[in-house]
């Protein structure tokens, strides 16, 4: 069965500390994986991996995919109280079917 | 900036009656999606529609739901007869042809009772 499984399912953190969210898949014909940020309701893009060991970087966000490993990590430096949120990783399988991890709740407390 | 958008935000069915939720994508994308949020679940894939045509469909888009795009900008999805289950938030979403990035509608809540 396909599933995409992320860790912590929480974390409480202070402003200025580093986070490593953790997805790991089984996905049969992965095509991609993709982080989302979901605030108060729909999820925001925040990067999309296909290759892996390529480091994909926005501002203090940096995410990297290990296909061999079947896994992949979203980084946040210096966190700020707005990085407060659900981090949501979705792999792309067959066709164009989507499985998405139960999220990662960060909060960052000032 | 271009965005996608979704009606009703809310709405409030009885158990057995037909809801159509509403969705309006990008103008110039080609793919898009339906999924559903269960109140403190995971986001699910119900279904992605390319060319006129359902492309991948998961385990939940049972025949219940329909998808349609009846006049080239709306995206609809049918529920035919609501169960206490569906009840949920459902986001469509779309994407270009050129990138893999899909944006969100805000979501219609469907509350059924």
């Known amino acids: 069965e396909d599933k995409v499984v992320q860790s912590p399912l929480s974390l409480v953190v202070h402003e200025g500390d580093t986070v490593t969210l953790n997805c790991s898949y089984e996905?049969?014909?992965?095509?991609?994986l993709l982080w989302y940020k979901q605030e108060k309701k729909a999820p925001t893009f925040l990067f999309m991996l296909?290759?892996?060991?390529i480091e994909k970087k926005s501002g203090r966000l940096s995410s990297i995919l290990d296909k061999k490993e079947l896994f992949s990590i979203l980084n946040i430096t210096a966190t700020q109280t707005g990085d407060s949120a659900i981090y949501l990783c979705?792999?792309?399988?067959?066709?164009?079917?989507?499985?998405f991890g139960t999220g990662t709740s960060l909060t960052v407390i000032p | 900036e271009p965005e996608v958008t979704q009606t009703p935000s809310h709405q409030v069915t009885q158990m057995g009656q037909e809801v159509i939720l509403r969705c309006v994508p990008i103008?110039?994308?080609?793919?898009f999606y339906w999924y559903r949020q269960i109140l403190g679940q995971k986001v699910e894939f119900l279904v992605s529609?390319?060319?006129?045509?359902?492309?991948?469909k998961s385990e939940i888009f049972d025949d219940q739901f329909s998808v349609e795009r009846p006049d080239g900008s709306n995206f609809t999805l049918k529920i035919r007869s609501t169960k206490l289950e569906d009840s949920a938030m459902y986001f469509c979403?779309?994407?270009?042809?050129?990138?893999?990035?899909?944006?969100f509608g805000p979501g219609t809540r469907l509350t059924v009772t």
């Open positions: 529609f390319y060319n006129n045509e359902i492309s991948e």
């Open positions: 996905v049969t014909n992965f095509r991609s």
């Open positions: 979403a779309s994407r270009a042809h050129t990138s893999y990035e899909q944006y």
């Open positions: 979705a792999v792309e399988g067959t066709g164009n079917q989507f499985y």
């Open positions: 296909t290759s892996s060991g």
């Open positions: 103008s110039n994308h080609l793919y």
